[in-house]
């Protein structure tokens, strides 16, 4: 089964937690792209977005997202990309949901509480709001989309708890109330890459002859080499220029 992060609720108690939906969105989309091995707080997410406070956008999102780019912070995987969906073609939310990728989410929690009020966190709440998705199923014909929305964290009777399947036009209806109609606004995120290991330590663990060279080579593949020349004199006195 594929991996999927826990749900990350927005309503702890914190200071920003009524503005934390996107992100309680990104700490699930950086648990998701380092498949369980880095969980950030929603207070590091804010750290990294630069927003201590108030509503997040998708630049905020991918601000934060991006700012995973070491191997410590990654835990051994390629830098985290967000791919930035403004206004797009539901298709290719649907490519990526078939690809396994998470999508952040931006849609009207109008729709959901006109719509579907079962399924919603917040009855009163007719604003925007963010929410992961990943996963496609059907049921009885009728497609669907795994939702992980922070407002669903069951605090009382009649609030879902964790996430849930809610029909695909639920969740294109709420997206198009928010981007327009047959459009969507967020993000894609996919699980990093593991690093290839280093020669030196694949020797060291005992790895073959042949494992430790292709470890060599790939790391060649990812570098580049820059030269800066104080002059072009002697380029141009050996013919080179």
């Known amino acids: 089964m594929a991996y999927a992060p826990t749900l990350e609720h927005q309503l702890d108690g914190s200071a920003t937690g009524g503005d934390d939906c996107g992100v309680a969105v990104v700490v699930m989309a950086v648990d998701l792209a380092t498949q369980g091995a880095a969980r950030p707080t929603t207070e590091g997410v804010r750290r990294r977005m630069r927003v201590p406070s108030g509503a997040t956008d998708t630049g905020d ?3 934060a997202v991006e700012s995973f780019e070491t191997a ?3 835990r051994g ?3 985290l ?3 930035r969906m403004l206004g797009r073609p539901w298709s290719d939310a649907m490519g990526a949901l078939a690809d396994g990728r998470w999508l952040c989410l931006s849609l009207s929690y109008a729709v959901v509480n006109d719509t579907a009020p079962r399924l919603s966190g917040d009855k ?3 604003g925007s709001h963010a929410v992961g998705a990943l996963g496609l199923r ?3 014909g009728v497609p669907q989309v795994r939702v992980f929305d922070p407002l669903a964290d069951g605090r009382r009777p009649g609030i879902p708890d964790g996430p849930k399947w809610w029909d695909l036009a639920l969740v294109k209806a709420a997206c198009a109330a928010f981007a327009g109609p047959g459009r969507w606004t967020g993000g894609i995120v996919r699980a990093s890459p593991r690093l290839a290991p280093r020669a030196q330590d694949s020797a060291r663990q005992g790895a073959s002859l042949e494992a430790c060279a292709e470890a060599a080579r790939s790391v060649l593949r990812r570098q580049r080499q820059a030269v800066a020349l104080d002059t072009l004199e002697y380029l141009r006195r050996g013919g080179r220029i």
Request: no cysteine.
């Open 81 to 83: 990309r967000y791919q």
């Open 138 to 140: 059907s049921r009885a």
């Open 72 to 74: 410590i912070e990654t």
């Open 124 to 126: 009163a709440f007719r």
């Open 77 to 79: 995987r390629e830098p």
């Open 61 to 63: 999102q991918e601000r």
